[in-house]
């Protein structure tokens, strides 16, 4: 996602407005989810917008990492005329991820959750977070 | 029939995926991103994971096609890419801020595609910036991997005819380096 301030835009990953909305977004998001183990938001072109869990370097590399992950889910989706991909999920043996897109913008949340969790259930609060940082992004640019 | 994977690879605003979309006989597979990083490339989208294309080369050969992203950052996507290829077309662009540097980068990373089957370098945008010349780049190449046959071209990304013929000098070092282990491994 990329604003406009003056004439320079400010990509999400360096506007600090956005980072805190999504800190504040995954704060509540740990909260109600304790089998989260680790979160990120990311813009589309993988740079890290805020996380919960996970060292630096760490962070820098999921948020790369997923944002290709989005890409070939797209390029899927698009290749079957299917439209776009708003969510993909990888199923691991003692957990999974699952990432979801921030609607209307070009930012996605990427969630790891252990295996106590049903995917339903992370399904539900992986797209409620994505909505709320929606929302706040949204506010803010009104 | 005989089936090659080639790496496009190089830093961003290159042209890679320019290139292979200029080569491909196929509708190109693409992965593209809005581009927040206008600092390295004042460009509007950038690959985050492959672009993909085929070209079928003589009667029967089929050449797939891999452009890599250009940021470091995506450089798992090299390590997985890399493992397939048999050889790479390396594209530095002119105008880039020190693309001498961005040669060695990337020759280090690729290099050794080089003992698999070979490498080109396609120098591209030379018509936005004219120096560094063509020397440059042979001489330092000699300096990185001495002793190694690695043509260097001016080439324009958009321009099909200029890229098969940097493909097909890669693919003729391929298969020039295919016979030669082949017939190694007989004489042993």
Redesign the interface.
């Known amino acids: 996602m990329t604003e406009q301030v003056g004439a320079q835009p400010v990509s999400a990953h360096k506007d600090p407005v956005v980072i805190a909305f999504a800190n504040e977004v995954l704060d509540g998001f740990s909260d109600v989810c304790r089998s989260l183990r680790y979160a990120t938001f990311l813009t589309d072109d993988g740079f890290e917008v805020a996380s919960i869990a996970g060292d630096e370097k760490q962070n820098r590399r999921v948020a790369s990492m997923a944002s290709s992950m989005q890409a070939l889910g797209d390029a899927v989706a698009k290749d079957l005329r299917i439209g776009g991909a708003e969510y993909i999920i990888i199923a691991a043996e003692t957990g999974y991820v699952i990432q979801m897109r921030v609607p209307e913008h070009a930012m996605v949340l990427a969630a790891h959750f252990d295996a106590a969790e049903t995917v339903g259930k992370a399904l539900s609060v992986a797209r409620l977070a994505a909505s709320n940082m929606r929302t706040l992004v949204q506010e803010k640019a009104a | 029939m005989a089936e090659h994977v080639i790496l496009f690879a190089g830093p961003m605003g290159a042209g890679k995926t320019t290139a292979i979309e200029s080569l491909s006989e196929i509708e190109t ?10 600092e390295t490339a004042d460009k509007d989208t ?1 690959t ?3 672009d993909y294309g085929e070209i079928t080369v003589g009667d029967e050969d089929k050449v797939r096609l891999y452009g890599v ?1 250009g ?1 470091r ?2 450089n ?2 090299w390590t997985i890419l890399k493992e397939r290829a048999v050889g790479l077309v390396l594209l530095v662009n002119n105008d880039a801020a020190d693309p001498i540097e961005e040669l060695d980068a990337f020759l280090e990373e690729f290099g050794e595609l080089h003992e698999k089957g070979g490498i080109v370098v396609c120098v591209t945008r030379s018509d936005v910036a004219a120096t560094p010349y063509l020397d440059k780049y042979a001489e330092r190449i000699r300096e990185v991997m001495p002793g190694r046959m690695i043509p260097v071209f001016t080439a324009d990304a958009r321009n099909g005819d200029q890229m098969r013929t940097a493909l097909m000098s890669l693919i003729a070092n391929i298969e020039m380096t295919a016979m030669i282990a082949d017939s190694q491994e007989r004489a042993a």
Do not use: H, S, W, Y
């Open positions: 597979i693409r992965t593209e991103a809005t581009n927040t990083d206008r950038t985050v994971a492959l992203p940021q950052r995506f798992f996507m």
